[in-house]
């Protein structure tokens, strides 16, 4: 098995990662101490009330911290590393006895008003400085890859020059940033992006052997390929034929290897990588329904419309609408608070 993703897969299925809105806290914890975060869908309402999806994560500055899900064991950070929660389950922060608990929804009302500036909170103990975001997305249009993440995981910055250059960039401008300061809320909305993306890269890195789902199909030779060849060109009249002739090897081989590590046929994943193609384009675009079903390769306006309700629950157009009712609705790019957990 090849142990490398398909950079080229990776691009364009990563690189279509847009997020609606991203927070950062920014705080100082002096053991003993614990951060109780609740489930990202309790603690929406107070910083991103139309989002549909929360990731979480705690970037671990200086200090000792552990992270753990309310019911699993804990897991010990340094230094440079990021914990992610990319389903935004419920879990916990510490460092020391568990004794001084702070509820993060109870606080955040609280730390809305400070901005960026650091909170501080704890005993008075050991200091430990932690970088936290909640950044919003569309789990629609990122589902592949949020449906191959596991509940909580944890990569390093530090281990390469591009880790260190993220790092140091998130922490100078969160440092320097100010709420009202627009364009330093886009250079945060951006670095947040490049944050899940690099977080995803170094995960499926460090996969072990006979992991099955999408991440681990872009790193196996044939499947990794075959992806590449489909995100690449989603609106070519594929079949399987052409498609294992492309990639270079039998029907029967290919359609085997991408059941066995995705769980489904490549055309069935064609059809839904199609009608996520459309769901992009039609909530970044102004094209029209019927050239948006031709690039996505459909033969016709009404075959597309019937698929794409029965992916997503609603016609193209009023997707759309509802989309732009979000988008108009929401507040700014990216807004901050100043505490973290």
Request: glycine letters at 10%; hydrophobic letters at 40%.
């Amino acid at each position: 098995m090849s142990t490398q993703p398909q950079p080229d897969l990776l691009s364009e299925v990563l690189g279509s990662v847009k997020l609606d809105t991203a927070f950062y806290f920014n705080a100082e914890f002096s053991a003993p101490w614990t951060v109780h975060t609740p489930h990202s869908c309790r603690i929406a309402p107070y910083l991103a009330p139309n989002a549909e999806h929360l990731i979480i994560f705690h970037m671990l500055v200086a200090g000792r911290m552990y992270a753990r899900l309310e019911s699993g064991e804990r897991l010990m950070l340094e230094p440079g590393d990021i914990v992610t929660f990319p389903h935004g389950d419920a879990h916990v922060l510490g460092n020391g006895p568990e004794t001084l608990r702070i509820e993060a929804s109870e606080t955040l009302s609280h730390v809305l008003n400070r901005g960026l500036e650091m909170a501080r909170f704890g005993s008075g103990g050991e200091a430990t400085r932690v970088v936290c975001g909640f950044m919003a997305l569309d789990p629609r249009l990122c589902g592949t890859i949020l449906g191959g993440l596991p509940p909580m995981l944890k990569v390093s910055l530090r281990q390469d020059p591009s880790g260190h250059w993220l790092e140091n960039s998130i922490l100078f401008s969160v440092t320097q940033a100010g709420a009202a300061d627009a364009g330093s809320r886009a250079v945060l909305a951006r670095l947040s992006e490049t944050l899940f993306i690099e977080t995803i890269r170094r995960y499926i890195q460090q996969l072990p052997d006979g992991e099955t789902g999408w991440l681990a199909g872009t790193r196996d030779p044939v499947v990794g390929q075959a992806l590449a060849v489909l995100h690449r060109n989603p609106g070519n009249a594929w079949t399987i034929a052409s498609l294992a002739q492309e990639v270079g090897i039998s029907r029967s081989v290919l359609a085997d290897r991408f059941k066995n590590l995705l769980g489904e046929a490549p055309m069935a994943y064609l059809t839904r990588l199609r009608l996520q193609l459309g769901a992009k384009m039609l909530t970044t675009t102004r094209r029209s329904v019927a050239e948006i079903a031709s690039d996505a390769g459909y033969e016709s306006e009404a075959s597309f419309n019937r698929a794409f309700k029965r992916e997503f629950g609603l016609p193209p157009a009023r997707f759309r609408n509802e989309a732009l009712l979000s988008r108009g609705r929401a507040t700014g790019t990216v807004q901050s608070a100043g505490a973290g957990g």
